[in-house]
C-alpha cells in the first residue's frame, strides 16, 4: 500500500520560514518524481516545485529563489524549505510522487502565513 504523509505546516508570520516534509512507504522512492503542489481557499490546485528522480529541480515562477525542494532517497522523504512567506503563501500544501503514468498524492499540510 502506497503512502505519502506531509508534515510541517503550520502558523507562520509574514517573513518566516517552515520546512514540510513528506515521507512515502509502498513505493520504490527513488525512482520516482516528487512535487509539490498546493491549494488555497476557493483556488484551483497549483504547482509549486518538482525535483526529478536524478535531482533536476524547478520552480513555480511564484516562489523561485524563496522556496528550495529537496530529497533524501535514504529516508524516503521530500522537503520543501519555505523562506520569506507572503500571506498569499497560505494554503493546503500537497506532495505528490510520479512515474511514468502512476501518481500518489498525500492528504496534505495547512501552512497558514499572517500577522
Known amino acids: 500500500q502506497v503512502q505519502l504523509v506531509e508534515s510541517g505546516g503550520g502558523l507562520v508570520q509574514p517573513g518566516g520560514s517552515l520546512r514540510l516534509s513528506c515521507a512515502a512507504s509502498?513505493?520504490?522512492?527513488?525512482?520516482?518524481?516528487m512535487d509539490w503542489f498546493r491549494q488555497a481557499p476557493g483556488k484551483q490546485r497549483e504547482w509549486v516545485a518538482t525535483i526529478s528522480s536524478a535531482d533536476t529541480t524547478t520552480y513555480s515562477q511564484f516562489v523561485k529563489g524563496r522556496f528550495t525542494i529537496s530529497r533524501d532517497n535514504a529516508k524516503n522523504t521530500v522537503y520543501l524549505q519555505m523562506n520569506s512567506l507572503k500571506p498569499e503563501d497560505t494554503a493546503v500544501y500537497y506532495c505528490r510522487g510520479m512515474r511514468g503514468v502512476s501518481a500518489y498524492w498525500g492528504q496534505g499540510t495547512q501552512v497558514t502565513v499572517s500577522s
Open positions: 509502498g513505493i520504490i522512492f527513488s525512482m520516482y518524481a
